[in-house]
């Protein structure tokens, strides 16, 4: 690479035992046009406080960020690099700049959390690039490595940490979930040193400026399917309902912010929680939206309900996944929650003005064929059910891709079916496990080409008949066509090849919700 030789001799002009302090480069690579505030390396970040110095780069909100990363470290003022990955996109970012870094400052000691290296570490710590993975919240784990490393310990005591040892993977046990009344506000002031926060805050349906919060570690639940699980393993722990609305009201106050993401895994765990929340909510101007399970919330009182809209939530996204009873066992999701649950619950919910956001996952494995095409039909037709009994509520679609839950049952099923996922990251750096990660296109032997086809062109037509709310740019008249232009196609359920609904969408710039969440446009002015 040209100039990475100047770079690393000035760095080794420099001797590391003469920093004062370490200095620690905290990168959350890309992943959306519309970027959020980076919760995980500002959660950090707090934790860190003021014993070291941090710089945070934000791939969403740079060009090109190896440019600022490259200049940082060459200063000499830092020793660590850290950076956050989920699966998909980041991916695509964070591997080529960790490259980087170890071929021009090899000095550095690189360390990735998140999602992707919890779950594949074999692939990441093999690679040459990466050092160490912090497996979970990093809250004491990341500081404690860096105080080893300092010290001139070995770091295999520090909890949560996965690190390599003669050729052998090493984790060393997970401690217990961080207390998140102890973390200290989020230092907004540190990421708007260089980006302003306003580029955080895009218009959405929920209001003209909407902040992204975490509230909460984990969830109590273990799904088979989902990847916070191996993180976890049912554990949940959260921030106290006071706290939660003094951060809501400090970024109102400083920011004019009028809506909230709530982006925890399970925010309506508790139900004492969110009537506490709820209540300091009324009358501050605030809509907000967050993610829960049916068969919790359906314990809500009608009160707690009711007290929830009159203090802003507007939709809850919940993980339906099935309206057939034994695939909801087949993928261990626990609780109490079937197919005429998901039915009732979401006319119930609506009737309390609060819009039932459903995801659903096809394409679980089967024994043949057949019965893969099978059921994939039934949860289509399940979902042209709901959305006769309750119109209103909205509809995501994914296509299954398997996460390492080793022990379950459908853990088994995947790796019997010969399913396996890459050893490498050069190979998750392909577009293929891109779309695999995105719940796109998941490259599971059990699915035909004809039947991921199916599931994506009755998502085009299921999304012209019904438009999703949260795409605001939609027009009044388009919102009318375009279910005019799908009422055939949907009526008779003729989805094959839906070309015209998909040029119709194209114009639009029709947002797809499974992809890339809320439509989100630069933010109006206070």
């Given at each position: ?324 009873d034994s695939i909801l066992a087949q993928i261990d999701k626990g609780g109490k929650q079937s ?188």
């Open positions: 690479m040209a100039g990475a030789a100047p770079i690393v001799h000035r760095l080794r002009g420099l001797t590391l035992a003469s920093l004062s302090s370490p200095g620690i480069i905290l990168f959350n690579p890309w992943a959306t046009s519309r970027p959020r505030v980076p919760n995980s390396i500002l959660h950090l970040a707090a934790c860190l406080g003021d014993h070291f110095e941090i710089e945070m780069v934000d791939g969403n909100r740079e060009a090109d960020p190896w440019p600022t990363i490259r200049d940082l470290l060459a200063s000499g003022r830092y020793r660590y690099f850290g950076a956050t990955v989920m699966p998909g996109p980041q991916l695509r970012q964070a591997v080529p700049i960790t490259r980087k870094v170890r071929e021009s400052f090899p000095d550095i000691t690189i360390i990735w959390g998140g999602y992707f290296p919890s779950n594949q570490p074999d692939a990441v710590l093999r690679s040459p690039w990466v050092d160490y993975i912090i497996d979970g919240p990093a809250d004491a784990a990341f500081p404690a490595l860096i105080d080893a490393l300092e010290a001139g310990q070995g770091p295999d005591k520090v909890p949560g940490l996965i690190l390599l040892r003669d050729g052998a993977l090493v984790r060393v046990p997970r401690g217990p979930i961080p207390d998140p009344d102890a973390v200290p506000p989020l230092p907004l002031h540190l990421l708007e040193r260089r980006y302003p926060m306003a580029g955080y805050l895009p218009r959405t349906f929920l209001g003209r400026r909407t902040h992204a919060m975490h509230t909460s570690f984990g969830c109590p639940f273990t799904c088979s399917f989902c990847a916070v699980v191996p993180i976890y393993q049912g554990r949940w722990k959260s921030r106290s309902a006071a706290l939660v609305a003094q951060d809501v009201l400090r970024v109102r106050d400083a920011h004019s912010v009028d809506a909230i993401e709530f982006t925890d895994n399970n925010f309506f765990v508790s139900e004492r929680r969110v009537v506490e929340f709820a209540r300091a909510m009324q009358g501050q101007g605030i809509i907000w939206w967050g993610e829960g399970r049916i068969d919790t919330i359906d314990k809500y009182s009608d009160e707690t309900l009711a007290l929830m809209h009159r203090a802003g939530c507007r939709m809850i996204f919940f993980g339906a996944e099935s309206g057939d197919g005429e649950q998901i039915l009732r619950f979401a006319r119930r919910l609506a009737g309390f003005g609060i819009i039932p956001e459903y995801s659903f996952v096809l394409g679980f494995p089967k024994p043949t064929e057949a019965e893969v095409c099978a059921q994939i039909h039934r949860d289509i037709g399940f979902i042209r059910e709901l959305k006769r009994q309750a119109p209103a509520t909205e509809i995501i679609l994914y296509i299954y891709s398997p996460v390492p839950t080793e022990g379950s049952d459908l853990h088994r099923q995947i790796v019997e079916a010969g399913f396996a996922f890459p050893a490498s990251l050069e190979e998750w750096l392909s577009p293929a496990w891109e779309n695999f990660d995105l719940h796109r296109n998941p490259l599971t032997p059990w699915l035909t080409s004809a039947m991921v086809r199916h599931i994506h062109d009755f998502e085009t037509v299921l999304n012209a008949r019904y438009p999703t709310r949260t795409d605001f740019t939609v027009g009044a008249l388009n919102r009318r066509l375009m279910p005019m232009l799908a009422a055939l196609r949907y009526g008779l359920g003729l989805y094959r090849r839906p070309l015209e609904l998909k040029a119709f969408q194209k114009l639009l710039r029709y947002t797809r919700p499974e992809i890339e969440g809320f439509r989100a446009e630069e933010a109006t002015s206070p």
